[in-house]
């Protein structure tokens, strides 16, 4: 499960993008690259995993626009379901790999109750240094977007010790409200929610 990992925490149960089915919350496979909630701003970390509430990040990482849709099911499957038999969630939104996404992979999203998570901030902290990646959000920022949605990793140390404490600081001097990406969205990270499974050892990954 080492790419299972978007960070995102709980938010309102609200949303123009899910429909619910009883308790399940379906959402419809969009593409969300901006936030919908005006001056909110929601930071994402790839690559984990860490010790936060959760998204997928498929099973092996792989450009899911090069895979069949039974390949992105799988993909999205294993993930799911090691999740949720470990934390007793099954996720919403899922976060592709390089951001590759193409009707294929909405679809099948979509299928999953899933929304497909990207950005509209490239921190590039996995390729440039902290300062140029303080310098992005920077620059960002002084165009005044409504929101912002930003992509980070969790695997760079320097990204916890130095971007982050500069873009934190930064956003909210120009008055963004930090936020998840389902808060940013109006709506809830979870499609159901549920006791995790009692014995683990029974839970197979297949
Ligand atoms: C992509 O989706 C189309 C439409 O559903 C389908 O016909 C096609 O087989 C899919 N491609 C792959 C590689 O699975
Ligand atoms: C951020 O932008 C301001 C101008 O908007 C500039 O004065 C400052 O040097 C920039 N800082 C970084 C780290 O790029
Ligand atoms: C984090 O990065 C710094 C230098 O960039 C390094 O000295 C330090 O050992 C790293 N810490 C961890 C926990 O990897
Ligand atoms: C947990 O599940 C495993 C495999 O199904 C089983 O062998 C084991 O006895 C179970 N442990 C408990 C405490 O129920
Ligand atoms: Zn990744």
Known sequence: ???????LTLGLFTSAQATTLGNILKHSGIVIQECAIPRTAALTFDDGPNDYQIASHTWT??????????????????????????????????????GAVNANVTAVAKARGQ????????SQDWNVTPAESEAIYNTTVATNPST???????????????????????????????VTVAEC?????????HLPARNLSSYKCT
Do not use: C
């Not at 929304?115 to 490239?122: E, M, R, T, Y």
């Not at 969205?185 to 159901?192: I, N």
């Open 185 to 193: 969205m109006g709506s809830y990270p979870y499609q159901w929610a």
């Open 1 to 7: 499960m080492r790419f299972a990992s978007i960070i």
């Open 61 to 98: 990482h792989p450009d899911l626009t090069t895979l069949t849709d039974a390949q992105i099911n799988e993909e999205m499957k294993k993930t799911d379901e090691a999740i949720e038999a470990i934390l007793g969630v099954r996720v919403a939104y899922m976060r592709p790999p390089y």
């Open 148 to 178: 912002v949605l930003a992509l980070n990793h969790e695997t760079y140390n320097t990204t916890a010790t130095e971007v982050l404490p500069y873009a934190i600081k930064l956003l909210q001097s120009r008055g963004y409200k930090l």
């Open 115 to 122: 929304d497909v998570v990207i950005w509209n901030l490239d």
